[in-house]
């Protein structure tokens, strides 16, 4: 009987994963790609811009997002006055699945030549949702002059618990060697699982398109090469994080939610205490989960143009 199940299991995966090849490379051709590409040493990166006047904010995503670019569109929309560059890193959305390792110098130097080849003009503002708390971080510190103000969306700071997770920096391995995480993907589970609204983003601002797409970009990437070593990394991250405070004249803007700060009691502590050197920083609580941007758009968007009109940027 055992046996008549294993080989029913074995069967049904093979059908899966045969049936989620074919239809991956059919979205994938007829599927119509957002951004511009920026080309790197290490490879390539996605990056979506918008707007044409006004100061510049730079968002980044949180641990794992699938789609950068179309995750953060509601606040986009919502930031009429801003120019807007969504950089999606490696691992995410449309830009390669691998990478050199995840370390947050890596990650930052990273970005600082996407925004260099672009031509973005210093000093912007970095916006970071979850753990790109660290990116932000670290980024303001290596690149003080470039940086205007940061906005944290709900941000992982070294100190918490959510921060805790992953190891010390893995022995520097092949990138095939991540082939385990990926298995969800190829063997079709994540798009049967999103197919049922797993995952699935909360509030009402995203289109049918956009809904569409991040289902089969989350499919594509699911445990891609880059994103895992990355979560393998986040304890060393946050190790060489934890003394580290943003600059004492650098206006901070940090959005918590309810959410996590229920789950998490010591969360606004946490976020208080890294801020407490900062001259000008605020921290305001709204009501939804981790994802804020999804369904608080519009104040944030409406705190965020008043935050930086007084002080935050240039």
């Not at 031509?119 to 753990?131: E, N, Q, V």
Request: proline residues 5%; charged residues 15%.
């Amino acid at each position: 009987m055992a046996g008549v199940v294993a080989l029913s299991v074995a069967g049904l995966l093979a059908a899966s994963t045969s049936a989620n090849l074919i239809l991956e490379q059919f979205e994938k051709s007829h599927t119509v790609a957002y951004g511009e590409k920026v080309h790197l040493i290490e490879g390539t990166i996605n990056v979506i811009r918008t707007g044409e006047t006004g100061p510049t904010v730079v968002l980044l995503s949180g641990l794992g997002t699938p789609a950068p670019g179309l995750d953060f569109a509601p606040l986009v929309r919502e930031m009429r006055g801003f120019r807007t560059v969504i950089v999606e890193g490696f691992g995410y959305g449309l830009s390669d699945m691998t990478a050199r390792p995840r370390t947050v110098e890596n990650i930052a130097e990273e970005l600082h030549e996407v925004l260099s080849k672009l031509g973005i003009r210093a000093p912007y503002t970095l916006m970071g949702h979850s753990i790109a708390g660290f990116s932000t971080l670290y980024y303001a510190n290596k690149y003080p002059a470039e940086v205007s103000a940061v906005v944290g969306i709900d941000p992982t700071v070294p100190a918490s618990r959510m921060s805790t997770g992953g190891t010390t920096d893995p022995a520097e391995v092949p990138a095939a060697d991540y082939w385990w995480a990926h298995a969800p993907s190829t063997t079709g589970l994540v798009r049967w699982a999103t197919a049922v609204g797993f995952g699935e983003p909360g509030g009402g601002s995203f289109t049918a398109a956009e809904r569409q797409q991040m289902r089969q970009i989350a499919s594509w990437n699911f445990g891609n090469p880059a994103v895992t070593d990355e979560t393998l990394r986040m304890g060393g991250n946050a190790a060489k994080l934890q003394d580290l405070r943003y600059p004492d004249a650098l206006p901070v803007l940090y959005f918590l939610s309810q959410d996590t700060m229920n789950q998490q009691p010591d969360w606004y502590g946490a976020h208080e205490r890294q801020l407490a050197n900062v001259r000008r920083h605020e921290l305001v609580v709204l009501g939804g989960e981790h994802y804020l941007h999804w369904t608080q758009s519009k104040a944030m968007a409406t705190k965020i143009a008043e935050f930086l009109r007084h002080g935050g940027t240039q």
